[in-house]
T-cell receptor, first 111, second 114 residues
């Protein structure tokens, strides 16, 4: 069964304190792995897509990496505005209509 | 503004009511999706429409009835819901060509069933 597990469930950081969020996945034939950011009361906002092991993508203070079993979202010198829930999802080759989501990591960054 | 607009943003309904959720996308996409998001649970895919044809029904109860009149509009008709149906309902759209396809989400409708 395809599955996505995110850890930690919640993370509290001081402003400037770098850290990483983990997304472990099990899928039969990975097509792509997606990272989204979700603010309270809003829908998920697309951040990155990764397609093959070894691939990396960056956007401002965020960097996403991918291996054959997991993805990391590295946050460098976070700011309070980075506070949000970060969602990971995978797409399998056999059903590209479907994204399988994890439960997310709720990140709080304090000044 | 995400390009995917959902109305209403909030909805309170009784178990015997009938209501509809509306989604409109301004991105020129051909695929649209309904998801349910409950606290502490992953987003659950409910329905998928590709070029107005339903291509996925993820074992959703019949009290939820989708409608896709064209590639830009998607509705979710609700009737005789249960309290456990209270959740955030999210609409998304994508280009619909399959493969490496990014889904863009609306802000959602927060539904409360009394």
């Amino acid at each position: 069964e395809d599955q996505v597990t995110q850890s930690p469930e919640a993370l509290r950081l001081q402003e400037g304190e770098s850290s990483s969020l983990n997304c472990s996945y099990t899928v039969s034939g990975l097509r792509g792995l997606f990272w989204y950011r979700q603010d309270p009361g809003k829908g998920p906002e697309f951040l990155f897509t990764l397609y093959s092991a070894g691939e990396e993508k960056e956007k401002e203070r965020l960097k996403a990496t991918l291996t054959k079993k997991e993805s990391f979202l590295h946050i460098t010198a976070p700011k309070p505005e980075d506070s949000a829930t970060y969602l990971c999802a995978v797409q399998a080759r056999r059903n590209t209509d479907k994204l399988i989501f994890g439960t997310g990591t709720r990140l709080q960054v304090f000044p | 503004e995400t390009g995917v607009t959902q109305t209403p943003r909030h909805l309170v309904m009784g178990m015997t009511n009938k209501k509809s959720l509306k989604c409109e996308q301004h991105l020129g996409h051909n695929a649209m999706y309904w998801y349910k998001q409950s606290a502490k649970k992953p987003l659950e895919l409910m329905f998928v429409y590709n070029f107005k044809e339903q291509t996925e029904n993820n074992s959703v109860p019949s009290r939820f009835s989708p409608e896709c009149p064209n590639s830009s509009h998607l509705f979710l008709h609700l009737h005789t819901l249960q309290p456990e149906d209270s959740a955030l309902y999210l609409c998304a759209s994508s280009q619909g060509e399959g493969g490496r396809d990014i889904q863009y989400f609306g802000a959602g409708t927060r539904l409360s069933v009394l």
